[in-house]
């Protein structure tokens, strides 16, 4: 199948200008590519997605594989995989005292965008500034930044949901039942925090960041994951609006904006 991607992308280049060539090449590539993903999916007994939650997957996957290639796709696929089987760990123990995903984990389109827009938008602005040596390396940090984030979150929340011992309301450090908004455990935080760092350490040995990043991706996540329970020891039971997709959305704009900033400090500073 990559090997027949291959032979047409080579063959769009040589009757397209290159620039464009090489964008529907790479668009006609992650069609192909997703498309069979799509279908392989589809067949399978346990289902990750929702029908609904497929379709925009494909989006995703197509719009990743387009700017960011195979690199920023490794990344977004590691991050669901892992995501959607941490989501699976207790699952009966879970259902059973009613602080389970809804619909046994499977992700629908909400979930989809929810944990991914933000990394959507920092790979569509590494695509936009492909050939700008400042810009660039910022929107693939942020972009790696933000599934770091997403990653140490859902870890940190289904691992203290599943094992955690003891749970605390990370606003006043009350004991509070496993599952409250704003719970934090001792175990839950360890998972998030070696989750966020097996997901950089993906980013950079695909080559989409640096040795150092890696650093800023780890702190960006576990800073923005306990803003995350702050929000919702405090704001999320108030606002029906607050909805928790919006909160990913906000946890992983959090987790790619501090890792851009950390990295930009650190320019300031060694220069």
Known sequence: MLSLISDFNAGVVTILPQGIAIALAKLTGGIALNTVLLGLAW???KKLLTTSGYFNAWLLGV???TTLGWQGYLVVMFYFLVGSFVTKIGMAQKEAEGIAEKRSGARGPENVWGSALIGALCAMGAGIF?????????????YVASFSTKLSDTCASEVGKAYGQRTFLITTLQPVPR???????????????VA???QALVGFGVGLINGLDVGWCILAAFIATNIESVIGATLQSKYDWLTNELVNIINTLIGAIAAILFALSWLSVSS
């Open 196 to 198: 966020s760092v097996v």
């Open 130 to 142: 492909s050939a700008n040596t400042f810009l660039h390396p910022l929107f693939l940090l942020g």
């Open 43 to 45: 067949i399978l007994p």
């Open 63 to 65: 719009l990743i594989w």
């Open 179 to 193: 599952g409250t908004e704003g719970a934090v455990s001792l175990e839950g935080t360890l998972a998030g925090v």
